[in-house]
């Protein structure tokens, strides 16, 4: 069976600082990954993902994760947070013909 | 396309009343999925469609929920007897393509907020 971890359940970062949030998954084969946001009351929504090609992957809002496959990790990284970033980000998988599985999520809060 | 549409936004209700939560999926979309999402738990997959066919409700808590989709614009999850464990927020989200390998994208409703006093 697959699943997600996220180590990190809440950050807390300045503006202009760096973020790297952490994800691993485990599934033995190919698979796709993902990364969903959710803002503050509202819905999910997809950041970024990947299931081919450059491992690096860019995203919107200046986002991107980098897969690393010897490592089973998808990190999200921006080089300059903003305040409006403040939400709550959601790594996930699926690998084969199996359903998407969801980390618990990560709660950035960014301090203007 | 208007996206994923729930309905209600908010429910209120008392322990041990029936609850139906509504979703249209996106036109065209062939996969729907229910999800729950609390504090203590986070999200929660709880029973997902095939083209209107249920494939996976092992997420399902209990039998007191149940959901159905009799055809491709419409599905419901009902909470019969409802209790105050149940509140949370529930989504809904379709894609094109549930599984497999071609990177499918799920696209989420803004959920219902169900409160059981």
């Known amino acids: 069976a697959q699943s997600v971890s996220q180590h990190n359940h809440h950050v807390i970062l300045s503006e202009a600082a760096s973020l790297e949030l952490g994800c691993n998954y485990s599934y033995g084969g190919t698979v796709n990954l993902f990364w969903y946001v959710q803002y503050p009351g509202q819905h999910l929504q997809l950041l970024l993902k990947y299931f081919s090609g450059d491992p690096l992957v860019k995203g919107i809002k200046g986002f991107e994760a980098e897969f690393i496959k010897s490592k089973f990790s998808f990190n999200l990284r921006k080089p300059s947070v903003q305040w409006s970033d403040t939400a709550e980000y959601f790594c996930a998988v699926n690998g084969g013909y199996q359903k998407v599985t969801f980390g618990t999520g990560t709660k950035l809060q960014v301090i203007p | 396309d208007a996206g994923v549409i729930q309905s209600p936004r908010h429910e209120v209700t008392e322990m041990g009343q029936e609850v139906t939560l509504r979703c249209k999926p996106i036109?065209?979309?062939?996969?729907l999925f229910w999800y729950r999402q609390t504090m203590m738990r986070g999200l929660e997959l709880l029973i997902y469609?095939?083209?209107?066919?249920?494939?996976?409700d092992s997420g399902m808590p209990e039998d007191r929920f149940s959901a159905k989709m009799p055809n491709a614009s419409f599905s419901t999850l009902k909470i019969q007897p409802s209790e105050p464990r149940d509140s949370a927020v529930y989504f809904c989200?379709?894609?094109?393509?549930?599984?497999?390998?071609?990177?499918?994208?799920?696209?989420f409703g803004p959920g219902t907020r169900l409160t059981v006093t």
């Open positions: 036109s065209g979309h062939d996969y």
């Open positions: 469609f095939n083209n209107n066919v249920p494939i996976d």
């Open positions: 989200a379709s894609s094109l393509g549930g599984t497999g390998l071609l990177g499918y994208e799920q696209y």
